[in-house]
């Protein structure tokens, strides 16, 4: 098991959710080196797809910086040591949002 303990920055995840994004934090840390970063958002993400649906994002690192849209209580902004963890869902646009969208055609020379 992970020997840092884990520091919530941001959150507005339920506790049960949230308990599973550290647990499962500190599994792909067991399962994978701290260097490998990708790997460690690719298992988190994965688990997390099977666990509440589709649509998770993963951003594993040490310095990264973030502006994010996404649905309400499905955020999280953890460290553990100096690795930085945010896990989200994707925000998903209403039909309504989708017909204010502006269509772009090319320009035609």
Do not use: N
Request: aromatic share 10%; charged share 25%; net charge negative.
């Amino acid at each position: 098991m992970m020997e840092k303990k884990a520091v919530v920055g941001e959150t507005d995840m339920l506790q049960a959710m949230q308990q599973d994004a550290l647990r499962l934090a500190g599994k792909a840390l067991d399962q994978y080196d701290v260097t490998e970063s990708t790997e460690i958002a690719r298992f988190i993400k994965k688990e997390f797809d099977q666990l509440y649906g589709q649509g998770w994002q993963c951003i594993v690192g040490r310095d990264f910086g973030c502006f994010v849209t996404h649905q309400c209580g499905c955020f999280i902004y953890f460290t553990i040591g100096t690795l930085s963890i945010l896990l989200f869902r994707g925000a998903v646009a209403s039909e309504e949002e989708m017909g204010r969208r502006i269509v772009m055609e090319p320009v035609q020379p």
